[in-house]
């Protein structure tokens, strides 16, 4: 009996100890960022322009060649992160947007691209559902900047298009009567949601 709570006690702390994530915190060195350890070992060495700390899920953003990308604690990059407000993407609804190519996806927390980078420009997702265009811009305006032209549709949270890229503009998306307000040729209609 001794001998199997010795291994069930030491199957816990090893156990504990495995499970447990390694923290990694930002440092600068000259004008360069790196992380290091809880025991302040250099992990990632200085070469970041930028640096934001490593999220629960094991991942951080950091400026890389003026562009903020997502590393993980190996310090791979994993994705390009779309540039939100001097920063990178913000989550919504778990998913927040990436460049690849020119093209834009979404990505998940850990940085795992889970809709494929197609449409020239995406807007967040709001109500399991989110707007993207084709053939449109982002055209400076003062400081920030602002979509104009292109074609218009909409996908849900698995990246199927529920209203094809078509139409001038998407108004209105109620995903409780499951109808969008749609613009074309001048003239506004309701569809109905797939």
């Known amino acids: 009996m001794k001998i199997r709570m010795l291994l069930f006690l030491s199957l816990v ?5 495995f499970a447990e994530s390694k923290v990694l915190t930002s440092f600068e060195e000259n004008g360069l ?40 604690q190996k310090n791979n990059v994993l994705l390009e ?12 609804e778990k998913l927040a947007r990436f460049v690849e190519n020119g093209k834009m996806g979404f ?4 940085c795992q691209k889970v809709i494929v980078a197609n449409y020239d ?6 109500n399991r559902h989110a707007i993207v265009c084709n053939g449109c811009e982002l055209k400076p305006e003062g400081e920030h ?3 104009v032209g292109g074609l218009y549709g909409l996908i849900n949270k698995k990246g199927k298009l529920v209203v094809p890229v078509q139409y001038d503009a998407i108004l209105t ?15 506004t209609s309701k569809l109905k949601l797939e």
């Open 33 to 72: 960022y790196g992380f290091k350890d809880k025991k302040g070992k250099v992990i990632i060495q200085p070469q970041y322009e930028q640096t934001l700390e490593f999220t629960k899920a094991g991942v951080a953003f950091v400026v890389w060649n003026n562009k903020w990308v997502c590393i993980d």
């Open 145 to 147: 900047k602002r979509i």
């Open 107 to 110: 990505h998940n927390e850990r």
């Open 81 to 92: 992160s779309f540039l939100y407000d001097n920063g990178p993407d913000y989550l919504s």
């Open 13 to 17: 702390v090893s156990g504990s100890i």
């Open 173 to 187: 998306v109620d995903a409780k009567k499951r109808l969008v307000e749609v613009k074309e040729s001048g003239k």
């Open 121 to 126: 420009f995406v807007y967040p997702f709001e």
